[in-house]
């Protein structure tokens, strides 16, 4: 049986999901729409009524989409629900036909009945997703029995003014889908930036503006050290609050903020204090690391005239600074060096000749510029540990103790600490860890086995040894060549990387790698051969 009038709104009419609907429909967002007049207007006239209505249900109020009267006359744009038949329908989700309002159950208390609602006929607006939001009725002033052809037409032309409906929803969200699409294609996703293409549309009108920008790109410093301990998540998380913070301050100086991808980002700004405050932004620190940035910068209106000029010169100096800044690295490895070669100074030839040795290497398996300098600089500090081993185990004429061994194996975690005090090192201070790690698994310190070592690690163990093999050496004969790559072939595939082998064959075979080289990886000279 019907459930007569309440002051709450019926359960249906509150619920979240079918008010979400209705506010996503956008109707809600529009006055009275004139192109849906026509089905009001057909329904009022076919059926013969004093007025027919499309009507909105929101959570306390009717409002009227479309309405059509004969004789004309104005119609409220919305009404508060208790005034509302239409409600009835949509928390029934279902048609709704009263002949006399003064009767029904429903409606009889309803305040319209004493303005002339008396008759009633309202299909639901029932979306594809299965919302009702709304009504589609006709309404007479007199007490009236609907006749069954009469509800049929009402149906369908519910139907055509749903068709309708469904097809504006569809354009609508082709035309939303279409602008995202090319807000996406010019914003970075992670940050919410600008991205690359964002930047050279800003680009192109500001070579041509004639007000002074400075154009500034940045690098983070330690950003790959920083993924590679705290993880990829944690390295977006970063990003995201640079980017953040980044924005803020490009605003602030009345410019605009860009990544470009990776950990690179931009700024198009006034003045040079922008670029210092952006990079500010760009910097965090806490425990176990220290996020800088590196960048380069153009003034647009000295001598810059093309997007691609502007692009270069920045790009030029920003590596420019970050091989100014990678120069402290070289200083760390001086330092270390430096105290290695007084502990040991047998060790300094050898160290040196490994670095180049695994350059070459490097180079030969098609490593990135960046991977085959820390190659070269974890290769010339893989002994660096060996200052934090007690002289009398060092210097030990015989064998080593088994407690000895245990002690000594230990060298390269010392290392691995002593490097990583520098964080621009930290990623040397990984391959210098595993620098003794076995290709069948039976290295230390971690026991690691085949491609769970890193490259750079596998390519120093293979060269350290063979040079160990070749050295003259108090307690062992030297190998000839020969020997020294027979013997690196013959434990391929167990203690050495088997394509690490075949490079390291390929480039002894190709270069004399027997006398010392006062050289570092990138070609510059060696600190620890120019202070000797």
């Known amino acids: 049986m019907d459930a007569p009038e309440t002051d709450a709104p019926h359960p249906y009419i509150a619920d979240p999901a079918r008010l979400g609907a209705l ?5 809600l967002s529009q006055d009275v729409d004139p192109a849906l007049d026509r089905w009001t207007r057909l329904a009022g006239s076919l059926i013969d009524a004093p007025l027919a209505l499309l009507s909105l249900v929101d959570r306390d109020r009717q409002v009227l989409k479309s309405s059509a009267s004969d ?5 409220p744009h919305e009404t508060p629900l208790s005034l509302s038949f239409c409600q009835h329908v949509v928390a029934g989700q279902a048609p709704l036909v009263i002949s006399d309002a003064r009767e029904h159950p429903l409606v009889r208390t309803n305040p319209s009945t004493a303005n002339g609602v008396l008759a009633y006929a309202g299909e639901p607006v029932t979306m594809s ?6 009504a589609f009725c006709v309404i007479d002033t007199e007490p009236r029995v609907w006749t069954p052809s009469e509800l049929a037409l009402l149906r369908d032309l519910s139907a055509g003014l749903l068709t309708e409906l469904e097809l504006r929803a569809s354009l609508r969200c082709a035309v939303e889908l279409q602008a995202d699409l090319a807000r996406q294609a010019r914003i970075d996703v992670l940050t919410g930036l600008a991205n690359r293409r964002h930047l050279m549309e800003d680009l192109e009108g500001a070579v041509a503006d004639e007000r002074t920008q400075v154009l500034a790109m940045f690098d983070l410093d330690g950003f790959k050290a920083y993924n590679d301990v705290f993880g990829h998540p944690a390295g977006d998380g970063l990003l995201t609050r640079m980017g953040h913070r980044l924005r803020a301050v490009a605003a602030e100086h009345g410019g605009s903020a860009y990544r470009l991808g990776g950990d690179e980002f931009c700024v198009l700004v006034p003045s040079e204090t922008g670029v210092a405050a952006a990079a500010g932004a760009l910097r965090e620190r806490g425990e176990g690391f220290d996020i800088r940035s590196s960048y380069g910068t153009a003034s647009l209106d000295r001598g810059v005239t093309t997007v691609e000029q502007a692009m270069n010169t920045v790009d030029a100096r920003l590596y420019a600074a970050k091989n100014r800044r990678s120069g402290a690295g070289y200083e760390v490895q001086a330092v270390l060096l430096g105290v290695l070669r007084e ?11 490994v670095a180049m040795l695994a350059r070459g290497v490097a180079l030969r398996l098609g490593l990135e510029p960046d991977a085959v300098q820390q190659v070269a600089l974890a290769a010339h500090l893989h002994d660096i540990g060996k200052v934090a081993i007690p002289d009398s185990i060092l210097d030990k004429p015989g064998p080593l103790t088994e407690e000895e061994w245990v002690i000594m194996r230990r060298h ?44 750079g690690s596998r390519i120093i163990l293979a060269c350290d040894a063979y040079h160990a093999m070749v050295s003259d050496r108090p307690y062992s004969t030297p190998y000839q060549r020969a020997q020294a790559i027979a013997e690196i072939r013959e434990h391929s595939g167990r203690q050495f990387d088997p394509v690490v082998v075949d490079a390291l ?20 000279p060696d600190p620890a051969a120019i202070s000797a």
């Not at 004789?71 to 119609?75: A, E, R």
């Not at 390269?412 to 595993?434: C, K, N, Y």
């Open 23 to 27: 506010y996503a429909s956008g109707l």
């Open 71 to 75: 004789p004309p006359q104005d119609v």
């Open 129 to 134: 997703d299965g919302h009702t939001l709304g």
């Open 343 to 353: 502990r040991e100074p047998d060790l300094d030839v050898h160290v040196r000749e």
């Open 412 to 455: 390269t975690l010392f290392g691995e600490r002593i490097i990583a005090a520098a964080p621009a090192m930290r990623d040397v201070a990984t391959l210098v860890r595993s620098s003794h790690e076995r290709w069948d698994g039976s290295g230390y310190p971690d026991g690691h086995a085949g491609t769970a070592i890193p490259l």
């Open 505 to 524: 064959v390929a480039v002894l075979g190709s270069t004399d790698h027997e006398a010392p080289s006062p050289v570092l990886a990138d070609g510059s």
